[in-house]
C-alpha cells in the first residue's frame, strides 16, 4: 500500500524554537539594558522632572500598553489560522487513516499479512508524527508573533535611548 504524502513540509520544529529563544534571549538583554537606562533617568531628574523627561517617561507607559494590545492581536490573528490549519490536518489524517483502513480490509491477503499490518500501522504513525511536529512549529511561531511588538519596542528603544 503506497502512501502520497500530501502534507506540505514545515521547517524543523527545533530550528523555530531555537530562533525564537535567541529573539526572547536578545530581547531580554536588551530589556535590561533599556530599564537600567530609564531608572538612571528617574533617579536622575528627581522631583522635578525636565519637560524632556516627562515625556520619556510618558512614552514609557504609552509603549508598554501598545506592545501588550498590539501583540494580542497577533496572538488571536495567528491562532485563528493555526486552529483553521488543525482541523484541515485532522481531517487530512482521519481521511488517510480511513482509507488505509478501509484499503486493508478489503483484501483478505492484507489481514493475514505482517506487511500489509506494518503498512497501514506506518502510516498512522507517520500522519500522526508530521502533525505533531507541524502543532510545535505552529505554537513556535504563535510565540514569536506575539513577541514580535514588543522586540520591536525594546530594540528601537535601545537604539534610541543607548544610540546603539
Do not use: C
Not at 502543532?135 to 530594540?155: D, M, Q
Request: charged letters at 20%; proline letters at 3%.
Amino acid at each position: 500500500m503506497k502512501r502520497q504524502r500530501t502534507h506540505r513540509a514545515t521547517p524543523n520544529p527545533f530550528i523555530v524554537w531555537t530562533q525564537l529563544a535567541v529573539k526572547t534571549s536578545e530581547m531580554m538583554i536588551t530589556s535590561a539594558q533599556v530599564i537600567h537606562h530609564r531608572a538612571g533617568r528617574i533617579v536622575t531628574a528627581g522631583a522635578l522632572p525636565s519637560e524632556r523627561d516627562r515625556r520619556e517617561f510618558t512614552l514609557m507607559g504609552q509603549e508598554k500598553l501598545e506592545a501588550v494590545v498590539e501583540s494580542a492581536q497577533a496572538v488571536a490573528t495567528r491562532t485563528i489560522i493555526i486552529y483553521t490549519q488543525i482541523g484541515t490536518l485532522g481531517f487530512r489524517q482521519l481521511l488517510n487513516s480511513t482509507t488505509g483502513l478501509m484499503n486493508f480490509i478489503a483484501s483478505p491477503a492484507a489481514l493475514l499479512s505482517a506487511s500489509g499490518q506494518a503498512d497501514l500501522l506506518r502510516g498512522a504513525i507517520d500522519g500522526s508524527s508530521a502533525m505533531a511536529s507541524q502543532l510545535s512549529s505552529a505554537l513556535a511561531r504563535l510565540a514569536h508573533h506575539g513577541l514580535k511588538p514588543i522586540h520591536t519596542r525594546v530594540t528601537g528603544n535601545a537604539k534610541r535611548l543607548l544610540g546603539d
